[in-house]
């Protein structure tokens, strides 16, 4: 399956995050859907086909913890693949991916260089 057949969910609360990264993606071909924070985010998965979601840690309404703790609890996107933003890279990965149900932890500071790399190897 290619990139162009997979849907990724970015979300952050962000207009200028979510327009660089949305641009990143689709650049690489895939298909971009947002949410401005988790509230938002959540509405997005009516039966739609997302295949990843990205999504900031800090966010209002329901930040990015919250939103993939209810990702879990959603008996078919329970195991989606999900990317955590944090700001702060000095978190012990590790530790944080155990308690957060993140797939992978990206730093804010890598985002350009890891991202798409990140995508494809998590999706094709």
């Known amino acids: 399956m290619n990139a162009a057949s997979k ?5 952050d609360d962000s207009e200028m995050v979510l327009r660089l990264i949305s641009t990143m993606l689709k650049k690489a071909g895939y298909q971009v859907l947002t949410g401005c924070d988790g509230e938002d985010a959540l509405t997005q998965f009516d039966k739609k086909n997302i295949d990843l979601v990205i999504t900031d ?3 209002p309404n329901k930040d990015g913890l919250q939103l993939i703790s209810e990702i879990r609890n959603m008996q078919y996107y329970r195991f989606l693949p999900i990317v955590l933003f944090v700001s702060d890279s000095t978190i012990s990965i590790r530790d944080y991916i155990k308690t957060s149900g993140a ?4 730093s804010k500071d890598a985002i350009k260089e890891k991202l798409v790399p ?3 190897k998590m999706i094709g």
């Open 103 to 106: 797939t992978v932890l990206l």
């Open 57 to 59: 840690l800090n966010m």
């Open 118 to 120: 990140t995508v494809k």
């Open 7 to 11: 849907t990724v969910l970015l979300v």
